[in-house]
Nanobody
């Protein structure tokens, strides 16, 4: 089970950190990805981190502004979002599976957390 949290309402240029907490020791075997879905748009890939935490990948739209990390001891993956823009507004989902950019590679999904960036 995955639990995403940390969303909120911020102004453009601000930062937020999202957390994806998991139950169960098997979590460490999975890559974890973040996706987002804005109103009226399809869900899109944001970032992924390998099971070991050594490989990360980002969508071009967030590269250089977002970082991803994982704390295996606490079964948690973090998405640090800096220099937020209004176009970053979306519901953010975390998912566990294979380290790919497509949502079909992920088997387990959290419930989503809303991020709203005002201009």
């Amino acid at each position: 089970q995955l639990q995403a949290s940390g969303g909120g309402l911020v102004q453009a240029g601000a930062s937020l950190s999202l957390s994806c907490a998991a139950s169960g020791r098997a979590f460490s075997r999975y890559a974890v990805g973040w996706f987002r879905q804005a109103p009226g748009k399809e869900r899109e890939f944001v970032s992924t981190i390998s099971s070991s935490g050594t490989i990360t990948y980002f969508a071009d739209s967030v590269k250089g502004r977002y970082t991803i990390s994982r704390d295996s001891a606490n079964n948690t993956v973090y998405l640090r979002m800096n220099s937020l823009k209004p176009e970053d507004t979306a519901v953010y989902y975390c998912a566990a599976g294979r380290p790919r950019v497509v949502s079909s590679a992920y088997d387990y999904w959290g419930q989503g957390t809303q991020v709203t960036v005002s201009s």
